[in-house]
């Protein structure tokens, strides 16, 4: 076994993630644009140490394939590519400046927005878009703990593109005659009367 100080040479502290967990939960995998995403996160720690802050971060990156020409000794050559960009991010933060004790456990709930006017999840062969969630923890001198990124999924309201029905009723009124052969009422537009069948005149 090596004394500390040669431990401290090779391996030191500012090298070494503090002995702590952080587990993210999410309420829901699939969700329509404009919602909301919630859930907790879960922070327990095995020994002392420095929190800066603790957060949840969602962000959408889309990836598009494009084709560009270039030039060699050979000639031109069409070579294939992927642009990516992050097209929407932002975070949630769960606590910050604190100092973590062992044993330590809590759980924070979180609430992020997705943006009515972002990008819905998308996958084909030369265009795709992700969603993805993580929780982490920034410690004071030593390296970042932070959970695997979870994907979700994220749809576009669906919207009725028929027109409506319209049902409108129509009311009309039947004014009655009397009869000249039997004085007996009879709507004004009958030809013959209901009562004797005698021809209306006029």
Same mark, same amino acid.
């Given at each position: 076994?090596s004394?500390?100080?040669?431990?401290?040479?090779?391996?030191?502290?500012?090298?070494?993630?503090?002995?702590a967990?952080?587990?993210l939960?999410?309420?829901e995998?699939?969700?329509l644009?404009? =919602?909301?995403?919630k859930?907790?996160v879960?922070v327990?720690?095995?020994?002392?140490?420095e929190?800066?802050?603790?957060?949840?971060? #969602?962000?959408c990156?889309?990836?598009i394939?494009?084709?560009r020409?270039?030039?060699?000794?050979?000639?031109?050559q069409?070579?294939?590519?992927?642009?990516?960009?992050?097209?929407c991010?932002?975070?949630?933060? #769960?606590?910050?400046?604190?100092?973590?004790p062992?044993?330590?456990?809590?759980?924070y709930?979180?609430a992020?927005?997705?943006?009515?006017?972002?990008?819905?999840t998308?996958y084909?062969?030369d265009?795709?878009?992700?969603?993805?969630?993580?929780?982490?923890?920034?410690a =004071?001198?030593?390296?970042?703990i932070?959970?695997a990124?979870y994907?979700?999924?994220?749809?576009?309201?669906?919207?009725?593109?028929?027109?409506p029905?319209?049902m409108k009723?129509?009311?009309?009124e039947?004014v #009655?005659?009397?009869?000249?052969?039997?004085?007996?009422?009879?709507?004004?537009?009958?030809?013959?009367?209901?009562?004797?069948g005698?021809r209306?005149k006029?």
């Amino acid at each position: 076994m090596s004394p500390k100080w040669l431990s401290d040479i090779m391996h030191p502290p500012s090298s070494i993630p503090p002995k702590a967990k952080v587990e993210l939960n999410s309420q829901e995998t699939h969700y329509l644009l404009g =919602d909301q995403v919630k859930g907790f996160v879960k922070v327990t720690s095995d020994e002392v140490f420095e929190v800066n802050q603790a957060f949840v971060r #969602l962000y959408c990156y889309e990836s598009i394939k494009k084709s560009r020409t270039i030039g060699n000794q050979y000639g031109m050559q069409q070579t294939e590519y992927w642009d990516s960009a992050v097209i929407c991010d932002t975070s949630c933060k #769960l606590f910050e400046h604190a100092r973590m004790p062992q044993g330590f456990s809590a759980s924070y709930k979180y609430a992020l927005a997705i943006s009515p006017a972002a990008k819905e999840t998308l996958y084909s062969i030369d265009h795709y878009v992700k969603w993805l969630l993580y929780a982490i923890l920034v410690a =004071d001198g030593r390296p970042n703990i932070s959970t695997a990124n979870y994907e979700i999924q994220v749809a576009k309201m669906q919207t009725n593109q028929s027109s409506p029905t319209i049902m409108k009723e129509v009311t009309r009124e039947v004014v #009655l005659i009397p009869c000249a052969y039997c004085s007996g009422l009879m709507p004004q537009t009958s030809i013959f009367c209901p009562n004797c069948g005698a021809r209306r005149k006029g």
